[in-house]
């Protein structure tokens, strides 16, 4: 253990103390606010599951057909695609599924209907499949309500009431899919829909256990996977869950939730398992380790990574929002600009392209024009979380924090787990002197990403605010011990220390940071000017002369130390000049020592007793008359 860890260990033990992010004068952008590490050796998770690649091909186009037979045009889209880029077989010949037989009376009506989910006709459609007796037409009713009420909800969509608008047709929906699954009426899909429904209740244990019997059931089926995947919120419930089948479509649902959970390694561990079962090309995976490369702040990797994929498929638009966001932190407008025009021309009315263009409008500060463009995307797709984060920076760029904070409780409403929009709500309310509200945020954040110093620096940074200090310290140590990626928490530990008086604590933490400085480990900030003054007075004090002047020019050369370090200059000065002075006067002859030395010059030889003798009179001296001076008497 090195002496910086070990002072680190000592000094952060003691009363536990819940901890959060750094606190900056401005509020972070949250195109940059990504991982610098993910949580690892958290999980308990189920070794990768393996499958043949002809037993894939068996899994999707079963799951094709029955998506495309319920309408499932999302889900469809994602499986059909895993197909197109499935390896070809070495057989030349693939076996296709059975074709079902004919649905009795209502198979004409679902054909009917499906052409009207086409269209969006979705009440119509529900009015057409009353009195469906099969499970596939059931399913479709129950089905087409839930849209019809999701599209009602989207249409009355506003920044403003989006928390307050619900989909009016959950409660009835949940009442009689409730009762069909008591009776062990539903399938697959229909289970999948109850928990749907189960998690826009906010009844997420019950939603988890249905979602659950839905895989059980069919684990061919991506969109159960996919809410799971949505429901949980943390680890806890992760390793709560029961059994999954094993399946290689759980490797798939691994890697989607680690990633939202931000656990590196185990998403990387799963990508390279689905890989080493012949997917290496597949863009749906090659599109997530390009993504978990974005949230390690890895942007060139990154960078490279979206361009290969968009160069193999320019008019694919579901990467293009990541991919602004790093053009965005690279500060590259030129192909920021390219890939707006781009999108516009695909597709200009995508969730995607809105974002790609309120990006570019931001990179240029026209911030009213990317707000309007972020709320096409959301009045476009509600849920798009990340539109929601963006807007609300927007907001905080204009002042209007109110709406700023609005729209990061709305990104929380949709994730949870989704520790940047905690942080970025702290940040607000922190921009407006609300410190109080601001340490919950920072705490939430903490707790969400405890392996990040940016959350426990700006928990300590609070802590200072409402004059905590003790607290502050324990913050700024912890940030230190779990890597200190901003490089602030020393110097704010030192400057806490100073505040509690503890000299030797505030001396050693600064000197140690001025040397990281001055060794180009650290890049100095803009606290280091006060490193400087507070050592420039503590190597003056005690009379460390040399270090003071070094560290009282370094002050001159910043502005909020540059009258201090003068003065402490002069002060310097000054003790030099009275230094000499004393060492003059202790240098100066005594009386005593100018009359030893006339008498020497006359041949006198002083007496043990205080007079003189000379080399031929041996006898005492007389004493002089009272009118005459005598040697005590005499001044030079």
């Not at 781009?342 to 790609?356: A, G, N, Q």
């Not at 700023?404 to 409780?409: G, N, T, V």
């Not at 190597?539 to 460390?544: K, S, V």
């Amino acid at each position: 253990m090195s002496l910086l860890e070990s002072d680190l260990s000592m000094e952060a033990s003691g009363d536990p103390v819940i901890l959060t992010a750094s606190s900056t004068s401005l509020i972070s952008n949250p195109h940059d606010l990504q991982e610098e590490s993910y949580c690892t050796g958290d999980l308990t998770l189920d070794p990768p599951a393996t499958a043949s690649i002809e037993q894939v091909r068996q899994d999707l186009y079963k799951a094709s057909r029955d998506c495309q037979e319920r309408g499932l045009w999302e889900y469809l889209n994602w499986i059909t695609e895993q197909l197109v880029h499935l390896p070809k077989p070495t057989s030349g010949k693939v076996e296709l599924p059975k074709e079902r037989a004919v649905w009795n009376e209502d198979y004409d009506v679902i054909q009917f209907t499906l052409q009207l989910m086409r269209g969006q006709e979705y009440y119509r459609a529900s009015q057409m499949l009353k009195g469906c007796e099969t499970q596939h037409g059931k399913f479709l009713y129950f089905y087409c309500r839930f849209l019809h009420g999701e599209k009602k909800r989207i249409d009355q969509f506003d920044i403003k009431n989006k928390r307050d608008l619900k989909n009016e047709s959950l409660f009835n929906l949940r009442i009689e899919l409730e009762e069909l699954r008591r009776n062990k009426k539903l399938d697959t899909y229909g289970l999948w829909l109850l928990g749907v429904v189960l998690r826009q209740s906010e009844m997420v244990d019950m939603a988890m256990t249905v979602l659950v019997e839905s895989i059980n059931l069919d684990p061919t089926f991506w969109g159960s996977w996919k809410t799971l995947a949505k429901v949980i919120k943390n680890k806890n419930q992760l390793q709560s869950l029961p059994s999954l089948p094993y399946h290689w479509m759980k490797n798939v649902f691994y890697v989607e939730l680690c990633q939202d959970m931000y656990y590196a390694n185990d998403a990387l561990a799963f990508i390279q398992a689905l890989q080493d079962m012949g997917l290496e090309d597949n863009p749906y995976l090659l599109s997530k380790r390009a993504e978990v490369h974005y949230t390690l702040r890895e942007y060139e990797i990154a960078r490279d990574r979206f361009k290969e994929l968009l160069d193999k498929d320019p008019n694919r638009l579901d990467i293009v929002d990541m991919y602004s966001n790093i053009l965005y932190v690279k500060e590259d407008k030129a192909n920021l600009n390219h890939l707006a025009h781009h999108c516009i021309e695909v597709d200009k009315y995508r969730p995607e392209t809105c974002f790609v263009v309120g990006n570019f409008y931001s990179i240029f500060g026209k911030h009213e024009k990317s707000i309007i463009y972020f709320q096409r995307a959301l009045r476009l797709d509600p849920e798009y979380l990340s539109a929601w984060t963006l807007m609300g920076h927007e907001y905080v760029e204009l002042k209007n924090y109110n709406m700023a904070i609005e729209c990061y409780r709305n990104a929380l409403d949709i994730n949870p787990r989704d520790y940047r929009s905690w942080y970025l709500i702290g940040q607000t309310y922190e921009l407006l002197k609300m410190h109080a509200y601001s340490l919950y945020y920072y705490m939430e954040a903490q707790r969400l990403r405890p392996t990040d110093s940016r959350m426990t620096v700006a928990l300590g940074a609070t802590y200072e605010k409402l004059e905590q200090p003790m607290k502050a310290k324990k913050c700024f140590l912890r940030a230190m011990n779990v890597g200190d990626q901003e490089d602030i928490a020393m110097i704010r530990l030192a400057r806490v220390c100073e505040a509690l008086h503890d000299e030797q604590a505030a001396v050693r933490w600064y000197s140690r940071y001025v040397e990281l400085v001055d060794g180009g480990e650290v890049d100095p900030g803009e606290d280091i000017c006060f490193a400087y003054r507070y050592l420039a007075h503590y190597h003056l004090r005690n009379d460390r002369l040399s270090e003071a002047d070094v560290f009282a020019h370094k002050c001159c050369e910043f502005k909020e130390t540059k009258n201090d370090g003068k003065a402490l200059v002069r002060q310097i000065a000054a003790h030099r000049n009275t230094g000499v002075f004393q060492q003059q006067q202790q240098q100066r002859p005594s009386k005593s020592n100018i009359r030893v030395n006339l008498m020497a010059m006359a041949g006198v030889t002083p007496s043990p007793g205080g007079g003189a003798s000379s080399s031929s009179n041996k006898r005492s001296r007389t004493p002089p008359p009272p009118d005459t001076p005598s040697d005590n008497d005499m001044s030079f």
